[in-house]
């Protein structure tokens, strides 16, 4: 192999890596929402106030997917 390909395969392989590393922050929205709607259904007068604490989880979850996308384009550069 050349340099070019191994180049070109090492860059491939960092995107699949982060494709694979945005999975946890999926699973970690997914638990937040499920968990959510568990509790509304136990107790539909703290639905306000849940949904907020819903989307503060998200996004501090969410936070981990960018700071990963981040970190790839820092390393790349």
Do not use: C, H, W
């Not at 090492?10 to 509790?39: D, F, H, M, Q, R």
Request: proline share 3%.
């Amino acid at each position: 192999m050349d340099v070019t390909t191994v180049a070109e395969l090492s860059g491939n392989i960092a995107t699949v890596g982060y494709g694979l590393a945005a999975i946890g922050p999926a699973i970690g929205v997914g638990i937040v929402v499920g968990k959510t709607i568990e509790s509304v259904a136990r107790q539909p007068e703290l639905q306000g106030k849940l949904q907020v604490l819903m989307y503060i989880g998200i996004a501090f979850t969410e936070a981990l997917a960018f700071i990963g996308i981040a970190t790839y384009f820092i390393f790349t550069s």
